[in-house]
Nanobody, 124 residues
Framework: QVQLVESGGGLVQAGGSLRLSCAAS????????MGWFRQAPGKEREFVAA????????YYVDSVKGRFTISRDNAKNTVYLQMSSLKPEDTAVYCC?????????????????WGQGTQVTVSS
């Protein structure tokens, strides 16, 4: 089973960009579909983006389409979330997750392993 560690969060002004990284331990990373979820204070966890085992399939929540890009590098055991044109409503703790699957999944219950999360704060 993999273990996940996120990095790259921080404080950014509206309209800015950040790139989140999620590094996975273990030798089976390529067997996992990967996802990013976020949770803002007082709100439920929300699906953001997911990518299949080989990076060829991706899903996004409508609110981030055209602004966020998920990608993965299986040689580096890392999944990325490039975030552009950030808005204050993107402020949340962002977590990556791994699930044994070929295709990306949008349901949190499809994921077996979760990282601790990284804070993203977008100021207006």
């Amino acid at each position: 089973q993999v273990q996940l560690v996120e990095s790259g969060g921080g404080l950014v002004q509206a309209g800015g960009s950040l790139r989140l990284s999620c590094a996975a331990s273990g030798r089976t990373f390529s067997r996992y579909a990967m996802g990013w979820f976020r949770q803002a204070p007082g709100k439920e966890r929300e699906f953001v983006a997911a990518v299949g085992w080989n990076g060829g399939n991706t899903y996004y929540v409508d609110s981030v389409k055209g602004r966020f890009t998920i990608s993965r590098d299986n040689a580096k055991n890392t999944v990325y979330l490039q975030m552009s044109s950030l808005k204050p409503e993107d402020t949340a703790v962002y977590c990556c997750a791994a699930g044994l699957a070929i295709l990306p999944k949008i349901d949190a219950y499809a994921y077996d392993v979760w990282g601790q999360g990284t804070q993203v704060t977008v100021s207006s």
